[in-house]
């Protein structure tokens, strides 16, 4: 069996394994995003797979790139996605029973 650790230090190893899970986490989530049958739970899906994707940019020290992305996509562009989700949803709803 080859040793890695005379290949590779196992800082790099650690660094591959987050880097590798934070990968996992984006798409899984993703994917969860575009088949989820619930629009609210999709929405709330999107919101995880932005906060993996700022974590992601952390993690390259792209800090100020993360906090941006935590700051406009998840404080902003992701409550205006729930809220237009929860009132059109809402007004749907009305619609259907009125009619």
């Given amino acids: 069996m080859i ?6 230090d196992i800082r790099y190893l650690i660094e591959l394994g ?6 996992v986490i984006i798409l899984g989530l993703s994917i969860l995003t575009v088949y989820s049958r619930n629009i609210v739970h999709s929405g709330l ?12 940019y952390i ?3 792209a800090t100020f790139v993360g ?3 935590v700051l406009v ?7 205006l ?4 989700i929860m ?3 809402k007004t749907l709803m009305e619609e259907e029973s009125h009619g």
């Fill in 45 to 56: 899906y999107l919101l995880g797979s932005f906060a993996a994707v700022a974590a992601l």
């Fill in 67 to 69: 906090v941006a992305q």
């Fill in 3 to 8: 040793d890695l650790t005379q290949f590779y």
């Fill in 59 to 61: 993690f390259l020290n």
């Fill in 81 to 84: 996605i729930l809220f237009a």
């Fill in 73 to 79: 996509y998840i404080g902003a562009v992701g409550v």
């Fill in 87 to 89: 009132l059109t949803r």
């Fill in 18 to 23: 987050a880097f590798s899970l934070l990968a």
